[in-house]
């Protein structure tokens, strides 16, 4: 019987049949999906400096040299919402990023034909993703502390950017559907 993960994601193909695809597959599509794994790497990348000191396992975040914008992790990073979650948000934050790495490296490359359902999951949980990062962007740094992070608007950037990866595989496969 063959894994379900596998079916799920790939149907009739086999693991080589796979593999040869996703690697040597040079469309449009797997471009946009590689791009997303590049820069879910860059977001685990910086919240995994900030899962370090959350977790108190760093005792400071170094900022940049400059005055301006008032930079200061440490007090972005321990405020009462960067653990409103039951937790400290810089791993659930490593978590979605995996989530985006995980739906981007699954199935085909043509996956939007068969399993239109993936890239719209990817992009259904990349808009969640952006949605909470606008609101530490544009509300929380700015308005509630009056201080920036340089991790955390590294990590924004990426979910942006990951929700915009995904649009145009979605695209295709919303209008496959409608076919």
């Known amino acids: 019987m063959k894994n379900p993960l596998m079916w799920a994601t790939s149907g009739d193909l ?3 049949d796979l593999r040869r695809a996703i690697q040597e597959d040079d469309g449009r599509d797997m471009a946009l999906r590689r791009a997303i794994t590049a820069v879910s790497l860059v977001g685990i990348t910086s919240m995994a400096v900030v899962s370090l000191f959350q ?3 760093i005792k400071h975040l170094p900022d940049p040299p400059t005055k301006r914008p008032n930079w200061r992790s440490d007090q972005v990073n321990s405020s009462d919402e960067a ?3 039951g937790m400290p948000d810089a791993p659930l934050t490593v978590f ?3 989530a985006n790495m995980s739906l981007a490296a699954a199935g085909p490359p043509d996956r939007w034909r068969n399993r ?3 890239p719209v999951l990817a992009t259904l949980g990349a808009a969640a993703q952006a949605a909470v990062a606008a609101k ?3 509300y929380q740094m700015p308005k509630v502390e009056k201080a920036w992070c340089p991790y955390c608007i590294v990590d924004a950037l990426t979910h942006f950017a990951t929700l915009a990866l995904t649009v145009p595989e979605t695209v ?3 209008r ?4």
């Open 116 to 118: 239109p359902w993936l």
């Open 136 to 138: 530490y962007l544009f």
């Open 55 to 57: 977790m108190g396992a």
């Open 172 to 174: 295709k496969a919303v």
């Open 96 to 98: 979605a990023h995996g």
């Open 83 to 85: 653990y409103g979650w």
């Open 176 to 179: 496959g559907l409608s076919r």
């Open 14 to 16: 086999s693991p080589s």
